[in-house]
């Protein structure tokens, strides 16, 4: 639980984000699912370290990389790997 009071503090703190995230899922492993307001994906955000990076990634990726594939490309963005932004694409 204490992971999931880190993230809602993280986004209640940066008005850029507060209302980026309608839900936030806890799995087994701990890693958080993220499910965002805008778009037809979920966030898998990994434990909740290194916010400030992760979310200036997702930001980065939604302003120059959503608007060239389009915004329902994509089923998860992944930003648990260090200084990555890891796409799986819906299947067809």
Request: hydrophobic share 35%.
């Amino acid at each position: 639980m204490q992971s999931l009071l880190t993230v809602a503090r993280f986004l209640d703190d940066k008005h850029q984000y507060k209302g980026l995230v309608d839900q936030v899922y806890i799995e087994r492993d701990g890693d958080m699912i993220m499910v965002p307001k805008l778009g037809d994906h979920v966030i898998e955000l990994g434990p909740a370290e290194d916010l400030d990076n992760k979310f200036a990634n997702l930001m980065t990726f939604y302003r120059k990389g959503m608007p060239r594939a389009g915004w329902n490309t994509y089923t998860k963005i992944s930003l648990k790997f260090r200084n990555q932004v890891v796409c799986t694409k819906e299947k067809k």
